[in-house]
């Protein structure tokens, strides 16, 4: 039967090309930070339930009996009447060889006369190069993308990390788009190498203002990794399988990308003490305690990378087994021979590093460093409510840590070396979302600028970093602390602790504030400076008025900012240090 039909595949390749009997199915390309369209993939398939139904095997057909520029152009046509029948207005990505593009006839093909028949601009139209067709002259084809790039078309190439020659097309085109080959996709929430790879890719592109699409994304961990790794667009059949007419996505998938999203934003603003081992722990094979080291020496020589394995009996860790481990206890000339056939019970490591998956990882760190010199680099064991979850390196454990405190210190205040607006943000969001009771306490001091005309800049910064040691000091460090800018500092603690804060504060602000005046100012109660009508007037030391806000709901932070300054401005008219609460 199915030579048969491959003796009617000319007939059958001619019957198509001549009733035109192709049909296209789209496939949504998802913006992964906010889970809108950024456009869709034009596919095409073949006669239903016949040998080139398949497309793959259509177009190798096609090339192989010099049909190849008929068929493409029959596909890119049925694509542009598709897409014009759905009113599609996002990005169309449609699929050419690279030899085709430098075909005259492609050239005369696509003019703006040619897509406004279909109501189409250039600048929706992406033509999706791939990576897996050898292109016979470079400078001519370089010389073709230029020339559509100057028309305003986009370029992908597709298939990155399928073949070799990627890197090297990549950099003499400099596309709009790189989509990444979906075998690289496949299991990269487990498979660090591709982690790795894709990671690099992702600085590569932000460098070379070229944006990556992942293909193929198949379960809703390869999804989630990818938002984590920082990969910007995706599609494949998690997200929504090619269909011919426009579907909606899934709540599911658009709430995915949201809460992953939300967790990075969290991650990002963290210091190493938020952060926990569960968030970087990554799930790999375990062994049976009766496995022989015969088999862990192929499983270890099979995947380089892998730095060892956890031995399990009833979900629970009993051992580990490192790759250094097992390369001492087999070398030399007899080492091999004389374990070989045992089981790994026998060589591997009872007394091992475990830490739960809510461990921070700065306490992670600290109990890895505690080790034996034997055992410093081993990886940690990784597990939840006493059972095998997954395992971090050192290497991970460390490199982590300096990302988060270096991500952590770009948003800090310079002078007081605590965090500026973006973390106040994140914090005051958290306050909204969460159903705990929580206070805000906005400071400010009284008469500032006064003081910095009278005594300086350099004084007046004196001033902030003493309020600033004072507050830390005083706030509890589980508790949040921050320098909104000038002489505006906040505090955000529960419910409970805000107005002791407060009293604490201005207690200690009040003793302490004298140090930075001269005995004469100090004796007189009162310094002198210019008002803001440039008359000379007399204002009192410094003091600090606090406004709070306690358990208020808000739809935004903007709404609780515009709140709490009405509160201040009535705090500042209270004469002294004062603190003030909005009532309920």
């Keep these: 039967m199915i030579k048969l039909q491959e003796n009617h595949l000319p007939t059958l390749l001619f019957s198509i090309l001549r009733n035109k009997d192709i049909q296209t199915v789209f496939q949504p390309i998802l913006s992964l930070e906010h889970g809108t369209v950024l456009g869709y993939e034009a596919l095409s398939r073949g006669p239903a339930n016949t040998p080139l139904q398949n497309p793959e095997k259509l177009f190798t057909y096609a090339m192989e009996n010099n049909q190849l520029w008929e068929l493409e152009s029959l596909c890119r046509t049925k694509a542009l009447e598709s897409a014009h029948g759905l009113q599609i207005k996002e990005k169309l990505f ?33 033509f999706e190069i791939t990576e897996k067709e050898a292109i016979v002259n470079l400078t001519h084809f370089k010389q073709t993308v230029s020339h559509y790039k100057e028309q305003k078309y986009q370029i992908a190439i597709d298939d990155v990390g399928s073949g070799y020659s990627g890197l090297n097309i990549l950099t003499d085109i400099h596309p709009h788009f790189m989509k990444l080959d979906m075998k690289l996709i496949r299991n990269i929430d487990v498979d660090r190498t591709k982690q790795s790879l894709v990671k690099s890719l992702c600085e590569f592109a932000a460098h070379s203002q070229i944006q990556i699409i992942a293909e193929g994304i198949e379960t809703k961990e390869e999804l989630a990794k990818l938002i984590e790794l920082g990969v910007r667009f995706g599609q494949g059949y998690y997200i929504q399988k090619p269909n011919s007419s426009l579907l909606p996505i899934r709540e599911e998938v658009i709430a995915l990308i949201v809460d992953e999203n939300k967790r990075k934003q969290r991650q990002s603003f963290n210091r190493v003490t938020d952060t926990f081992v569960k968030n970087m722990s990554t799930a790999l094979q375990t062994l049976d305690s009766n496995v022989l080291i015969a088999e862990v020496k192929s499983l270890m020589d099979q995947d380089q990378l892998v730095p060892g394995f956890c031995v399990i009996q009833h979900d629970r860790v009993v051992g580990v087994i490192t790759r250094n481990q097992l390369h001492l206890k087999i070398s030399g000339p007899y080492g091999y021979s004389l374990y070989s056939k045992n089981s790994i019970a026998e060589i591997m490591e009872e007394d091992f590093l475990e830490v739960d998956i809510n461990t921070p990882i700065h306490k992670v760190a600290k109990l890895a460093m505690l080790r034996d010199p034997g055992q410093l680099y081993d990886f940690i064991t990784v597990t939840e409510n006493g059972k095998y979850f997954g395992i971090v390196t050192v290497k991970e454990l460390l490199e982590k840590t300096m990302e988060i405190e270096v991500n952590f210190a770009k948003h800090m205040n310079p002078l007081t070396e605590l965090p500026g607006n973006n973390l106040i943000e994140q914090q005051l969001q958290r306050c909204l979302e969460t159903d705990e009771g929580y206070g805000a306490l906005y400071l400010d001091l009284d008469n500032f600028k006064p003081y910095n005309d009278v005594y300086g800049f350099e004084q007046g910064d004196q001033v902030l970093i003493h309020l600033a040691d004072l507050l830390k000091g005083i706030v509890s460090r589980d508790d949040f602390i ?9 505090v955000i603690a529960s419910s409970e602790q805000s107005v002791l804060y407060c009293q604490q504060i201005i207690e200690q602000f009040d003793a302490s504030i004298q140090q930075f ?68």
């Design 94 to 126: 449609l699929n050419v060889n690279p030899n085709i593009m430098n075909d005259t006839k492609f050239r005369q093909g696509f003019t703006k006369d040619y897509l406004g028949r279909f109501n189409m601009d250039a600048e929706k139209i992406v």
């Design 482 to 490: 921050g320098h909104i800018g000038g002489d505006d500092f906040i």
């Design 517 to 584: 005046y001269t005995e004469q100012d100090i004796e007189n109660g009162w310094i002198i400076s210019k008002n803001r009508h440039g008359k000379e007037e007399s204002f009192p030391i410094l003091t600090i008025s606090i406004a709070g806000i306690m358990n208020h709901h808000f739809q935004s932070t903007a709404d609780l900012a515009k709140k709490v300054s009405e509160v201040k401005k009535q705090c500042k008219q209270l004469v002294g240090s004062n603190y003030l609460f909005l009532e309920n």
